[in-house]
């Protein structure tokens, strides 16, 4: 299967993740250990430790959206929604970490199972701590000079998740977000808000990527990001649950379908419809911020929704 097939069966999964039961409207929480903070942990991220000098960079961004989107990875970790952003939080750790399957106390993750790897797969239940990226104890943090950090997390996605070959600018990309993060940078606070505001800016930063990898030739790039645009989509889709927010979801419908119909476009060089798209961004984003606080970002919101643990 193509990249491009691959993702957009991975995609139709993510959006349809809307119409799950409703004991499982988000699908972190199926990765949340048991004990953990629900609210807190669905509600709020770790800061991430990116030097200002980086955002914008057009390397940093195409991997920064990358990291984020479960369409990078293949088969059943692609299935069930996870990114690299998943266990890595923001490029950090994740203490409250834990699939089925795969760890075995919270915060860690069998990098050899065979749920998710037909290659590394060893039948060993070995799972280890998920290190924080920006910390300068880990072994890309120390290798982040090295030459080879792309050729490495290129197994990772190919080898660890059975994942097609991301585009070599991904690949490139990848490897540019994780040399970026520096304990240097991380900000003064531990964490900050999960909000609307902060998946629809990584929509659209995912979309900068595009219009930035299509200026310079790259349409498979392009592409890659325009659909990591649309996993982010899916993101805020699942929080805006119920009937009271039916229009809400009807406005991500549309912003959704026209990044759909800028695919075939960009795959021919034309980024007109991009533009369109980040000029009509601020209208519909103010109507859905108007109605966070129905939504399942809101805390007081989702801890009713979610009930007693």
């Not at 104890?137 to 120390?142: A, D, E, G, L, P």
Request: hydrophobic share 50%; with cysteine; aromatic share 4%.
């Amino acid at each position: 299967m193509s990249i491009a097939k691959r993702f957009t069966a991975a995609l139709a999964l993510l959006l349809a993740v809307a119409a799950a039961p409703a004991d499982v409207p988000l699908r972190a929480l199926r990765w949340l250990a048991p004990g953990t903070d629900r609210v807190a942990a669905l509600t709020t991220q770790p800061t991430e430790c990116l030097p200002p000098a980086a955002i914008g960079d057009r390397a940093v961004e195409i991997g920064r959206a990358a990291f984020r989107s479960p369409l990078l990875l293949g088969g059943q970790a692609s299935r069930a929604g996870l990114s690299c952003n998943a266990c890595h939080l923001q490029g950090r750790g994740n203490p409250d970490f834990a699939f089925p399957g795969l760890s075995g106390a919270a915060g860690t993750a069998d990098v050899t199972s065979s749920l998710f790897s037909s290659h590394r797969g060893d039948g060993i239940a070995n799972p280890v701590p998920i290190p924080d990226l920006s910390a300068a104890t880990h072994k890309i943090s120390r290798d982040r000079a090295s030459p080879a950090l792309a050729d490495f997390i290129n197994g990772l996605v190919v080898d660890e998740f059975d994942g097609a070959p991301p585009p070599a600018a991904v690949r490139a990309g990848l490897a540019a977000y994780v040399r970026a993060l520096s304990p240097s940078a991380c900000p003064t606070r531990a964490v900050e808000p999960l909000t609307l505001a902060t998946t629809l800016a990584d929509a659209d930063r995912s979309v900068v990527a595009a219009q930035a990898a299509l200026a310079s030739g790259d349409r498979e790039t392009a592409a890659a990001m325009l659909l990591a645009a649309r996993s982010q989509l899916g993101l805020v889709n699942e929080r805006f649950a119920g009937a009271a927010l039916a229009n809400d979801r009807a406005l991500l419908r549309r912003a959704d379908a026209d990044l759909a119909a800028a695919l075939s476009p960009v795959r021919r060089g034309d980024a007109a419809q991009l533009d369109s798209w980040r000029a009509a961004l601020p209208g519909w984003r103010a109507t859905l911020a108007a109605h966070e606080s129905q939504s399942l970002y809101n805390p007081a919101q989702l801890a009713r929704v979610l009930g007693p643990a």
